[in-house]
């Protein structure tokens, strides 16, 4: 029902503001019996009416009346003077920020590069972390090793003393001066340089063991205070992660489908714009080496993998990241590599871009955060980013950093 226009006068006569209200019922809670609607307000009432009677309340309460009528009503009419105006759709909201598709996909790109280069840190983190849990595993059968050859040494030494005791306390020395046959002096001469040596033996591996014992534990303690900070490195980095996708997520989730699909199709012209240039650059010229068989095993994984998701951090069989996708291929082909794509970098052996062959590593940006495998005539198979899947693209497609051959 439309909103209905309410006037009120002061018993003095003057005109109180107009009000617009919804049908409602004003009464008096003190009396019960005070009764006035606001379709006889329309209808032209100018004073409230005792419904109960059916007479005109008397003047001198006029005032109070519409006063109060004014209090309660105003609440009540607040939503007729102005309806919500209605939520923007996502691509509205996106088209309101004033961005351009293309700015939205430069920042779009610049979040999951972020989150690629931050990925990578905590890859090595945890690869960092399993060789440190190996290591404090290591030391710790170290430890128990090292306490029992000790506890060994000791009861060896307590054997000693227990014979000595036996024979009265008397020093094997002090025995061999005693005796007045040459015979026995000369073979317990013998006997007892034997004995002292094995003394000084027993005591010398039993002070070594307990050297190699604190050792051990000194070296595990600091062992495990550097792998809870590298845990804790690692929750950092993951947090980092997840913000960072999140918040290209919340970009492309603000599009409409039909910009989602434009976007999608601008990020595809970028890649072919960027390829045909590296094309034109002459790159390819000397590229028709074949490959290695190391290298056809390492490629015939990869392509294996196209159509599963990228998921960061992953290292199969059913989702990949980058670099998870190029170690895991080449550890099918039987050569291990490093977990990340920088220590792909730093560490393997780099040839020139035009002297790579398919089954070489190409590594993408200045911070190496990303790497494809090179598959032959000017292509590479990837994972790509969170949100998409692992794909055929042209190797040109991103700023090259360098190629790294695994099996050189």
């Known amino acids: ?48 009416v005792d419904v109960r009677r059916g007479k005109p309340v008397k003047r001198r309460r006029c005032v ?59 890859n090595l983190a945890e690869e960092q972390a399993k060789k440190q849990s190996a290591e404090i595993v290591k030391l710790s059968r170290a430890i128990v ?14 054997a000693a003393a227990r014979a000595q005791y036996r024979n009265g306390g008397i020093p094997e020395e002090a025995k061999l001066v005693l005796t007045d046959d040459p015979q026995l002096f000369l073979e317990g001469a013998n006997r007892l340089a034997q004995g002292q040596k094995a003394t000084r033996d027993l005591l010398t591996e039993l002070q070594q063991s307990q050297e190699d014992l604190e050792t051990y534990t000194r070296d595990a303690s600091a062992e495990w205070t550097r792998l809870e900070a590298n ?99 080449w550890g099918a082909a039987g050569r291990g590599i490093p977990r990340t794509s920088q220590e792909q970098w730093r560490l393997l052996p780099r040839v020139a871009v035009q002297d790579m062959r398919p089954g070489d590593l190409i590594v993408y940006f200045g911070d190496a955060s990303h790497v494809g495998m090179y598959v032959g005539d000017g292509t590479m198979v990837h994972a790509p980013r969170p949100g998409r899947h692992i794909t ?11 190629v790294v051959r695994p099996d050189r």
Request: with cysteine.
């Open 231 to 329: 845990r804790a490195r690692q929750a950092r980095t993951k947090k980092l992660i997840t913000e960072k996708i999140a918040a290209a997520e919340r970009l492309e989730a603000q599009l409409e489908a039909a910009e989602r699909e434009r976007l999608r199709r601008l990020e595809q012209q970028v890649q072919r714009d960027a390829q045909a240039a590296w094309l034109a650059s002459g790159a390819l010229k000397e590229t028709d080496r074949g490959a290695s068989a190391q290298g056809r095993e390492a490629i015939r994984f990869a392509l294996a993998q196209v159509g599963k998701p990228y998921v960061w951090g992953a290292e199969g069989p059913d989702a990949y990241d980058c670099s998870g996708l190029t170690q895991r291929a």
């Open 1 to 48: 029902m439309a909103p209905i226009a309410l006037r009120l006068w002061t018993a003095g006569g003057a005109a109180l503001p107009t009000l617009l209200l919804s049908p409602v019922t004003w009464h008096d809670r003190q009396r019960h019996r005070m009764l006035l609607t606001v379709n006889q307000m329309g209808c032209g009432a100018a004073w409230p």
């Open 145 to 158: 090793e090292g306490q029992e050859r000790i506890d060994g040494l000791k009861r060896r030494a307590g």
């Open 64 to 122: 109070t009346v519409a006063i109060t009528a004014v209090c309660a009503l105003t609440v009540l009419a607040a939503p007729a003077h102005a309806a919500p105006a209605p939520a923007p759709t996502p691509g509205a909201a996106a088209r309101q920020s004033g961005k351009s598709l293309e700015e939205v996909r430069a920042e779009i790109e610049a979040l999951y590069r972020q989150a690629a280069s931050a990925t990578d840190a905590y």
């Open 392 to 402: 055929v693209a042209g190797a040109g497609s991103m700023p090259i950093l360098g």
